[in-house]
């Protein structure tokens, strides 16, 4: 059922805010880390499954054989420096910044700013993610929940330790995501019914590697800056569709 992958993403944030709350603080550090580390290697199979669409037929018979990488490359480097001097996740969290100290700075009442710093801080880290965009086009062009069930995972156990330091705030950021991965959940849902199969598999080729750079970050391998890197998914399917009209 389509959508069905944010309500899970709602719930996993709910109810990890929910024991965060209540038994958060009795976690081991190590404990934390192995899970982390479980999940990133997951992400890392996750990732290598969608860089098999690269053999996709449709991609294949739309481009030939030997542009499907060249144009899953081109989209990344174009998309990598155009993030990349567009500072995508440095502007990121700047304005996450300035929010936090917006709310925290209006209002003098302990308790409420320790809730909207819990809320500004989790919304940011749930929706900001690539895995938000990823598995909500997943999902809407109905290729499943698998990467907002992964995510859901993720985001449990974060906002349990979030919700272990900052409160019920962390739980009110489910309903950032819920819009946020919502209304891309539907946009991919209208522009699946336009958008060529090639186009399609070609965004999944690309988000496929992006993956593969979330599960280095997740075991703490390399810092990949996933986050500058996400106009490639744009620009991958404009790619494939003026190499498509050159065949």
């Known amino acids: 059922m389509i959508g069905m992958g944010t309500v899970l993403n709602v719930v996993a944030i709910l109810v990890g805010s929910a024991l965060g709350v209540w038994f958060g603080h009795r976690l081991p550090e190590r404990t934390a880390r192995t899970v982390t580390d479980i999940l990133g290697l997951v992400v890392l199979v996750l990732g290598g499954l969608n860089v098999l669409a690269l053999q996709d037929g449709d991609f294949v018979a739309a481009v030939g054989d030997g542009f499907t990488l060249l144009i899953v490359l081109g989209a990344l480097l174009v998309g990598g420096i155009a993030g990349s001097l567009l500072r995508i996740e440095n502007r990121l969290e700047a304005v996450g910044g300035w929010l936090q100290a917006r709310f925290v700075e209006d209002d003098a009442s302990p308790s409420r700013a320790r809730f909207v710093e819990g809320f500004v801080d989790a919304s940011l880290v749930f929706c900001i993610g690539p895995l938000a ?34 409160g019920w705030g962390v739980a009110a950021s489910a309903l950032a995501v819920g819009i946020y991965q919502g209304l891309l959940t539907v946009l991919a849902m209208l522009l699946g019914s ?26 703490k391998i390399r810092a990949v800056p996933v986050g500058d890197m996400l106009p490639a998914l744009a620009v991958a399917p404009v790619l494939t569709a003026l190499v498509a009209a050159l065949q």
């Open 133 to 166: 965009i990823l598995g909500a086009l997943s999902d809407g062009l109905g290729h499943g929940i698998d990467q907002l069930a992964l995510k859901a995972t993720l985001d449990g156990f974060a906002s349990l330790a979030f919700a272990a330091s900052l």
């Open 194 to 219: 336009l958008m060529p199969a090639a186009a399609i598999a070609s965004i999944t080729a690309t988000g496929g590697i992006l993956l593969l750079g979330v599960g280095l970050r997740l075991m």
